[in-house]
């Protein structure tokens, strides 16, 4: 999955999954052309995330940049977070601690095949037509005083559906495991989340899969 999620649905549906007013979402997402199928490393995600308590929806950029980062243009800015070190690693433990995000999503893919014709393998979840993804965030603030906000989506062993293709999955939450993401829940009841999803739940499509 390390860099390739599927979002494919509506700013109602993305305000729905998280109960949200379906003005709260016209306000801070972009109308949607058109379904958006995949979602690489260094596009815009849409994401649920909090404010003083409250949950909201903004845009973040896929590539984390710290706040203390001085140029991201050379720096490492990575897409993921291990969920055994998130609340530990220096460059995530501040932001696990206190910004943490749910991106909304239909599926993720996997390579599949051998190099010089690899191709990407979707997954769904058998039983979540929405699920979210765990994720955190930081702000960095650009010379020109303009503000980018960025995010890392957390992931972990995979289950058995996931491991003859990769060694890490992504974390996959339900509606109430998200809107639990977002509270105030203590460390241990956060990292209590952070778990593979259940093997023989995800479901694969091969005569899906295409080369990008």
């Not at 051998?114 to 997954?123: A, D, M, N, Y």
């Amino acid at each position: 999955m390390c860099y390739n999620v599927r979002i494919e649905m509506t700013r109602d549906e993305i305000a729905d999954f998280f109960r949200l007013d379906s003005l709260q979402a016209a306000s801070a997402l972009p109308e949607r052309d058109g379904p958006e199928k995949r979602m690489t490393l260094g596009q815009m995600l849409p994401a649920a995330t909090t404010s003083a308590g409250a949950v909201g929806l903004e845009m973040l950029y896929w590539g984390f940049t710290p706040s203390w980062m001085k140029d991201p243009k050379g720096g490492m800015k990575p897409g993921n977070a291990r969920a055994e070190t998130v609340a530990t690693t220096p460059m995530f433990r501040q932001a696990f601690s206190q910004r943490r995000c749910v991106v909304p999503a239909n599926g993720f893919y996997e390579w599949m095949g051998v190099k010089g014709s690899k191709q990407l393998l979707p997954f769904t979840a058998a039983d979540l037509a929405v699920f979210g993804l765990p994720g955190i965030w930081d702000e960095w603030r650009m010379p020109d005083g303009g503000v980018r906000r960025s995010c890392a989506i957390v992931t972990c062993d995979p289950n058995g559906d996931i491991r003859p293709y990769h060694d890490r999955m992504p974390v996959i939450l339900d509606q109430d495991e998200a809107r639990a993401w977002l509270s105030d829940a203590s460390p241990k009841d956060l990292q209590s989340l952070l778990r593979p999803f259940p093997e023989g739940a995800l479901q694969a499509f091969p005569g899906q899969a295409f080369k990008p």
